[in-house]
């Protein structure tokens, strides 16, 4: 297990991009949040296998997206967290 927070800056605000991340998430059994900055950026909280994490910040970077993504991703920032007990489910805040 790991948790990753991802930081996505670019065009991802108003733009269905938590909603589409979220459904990524799920897909790949993942555990977090995805939720609005301040300052414009995408935070995303991603739990689980390492690999099914990876995938996740490959489909954050992918440029052009090949799966719909929406809006348009200018740069990801990826840091490593220890794991936290009792996450459940992944929530659009």
Excluded: K, Y
Excluded at 24 to 34: M, P
Aim: with cysteine.
């Amino acid at each position: 297990m790991e948790r990753a927070l991802i930081f996505v800056r670019g065009r991802v605000q108003g733009v269905g991009f938590r909603w589409w991340t979220r459904a990524r998430a799920l897909e790949l059994g993942l555990v977090g949040h995805a939720r609005n900055l301040p300052d414009g950026r995408v935070e995303v909280c991603a739990q689980g296998d390492p690999e099914s994490v990876a995938a996740l910040v490959d489909l954050l970077r992918e440029n052009p997206s090949f799966r719909s993504r929406p809006g348009h991703v200018a740069g990801v920032t990826v840091q490593r967290h220890p794991v936290r007990e009792g996450l459940t489910g992944f929530a659009e805040r």
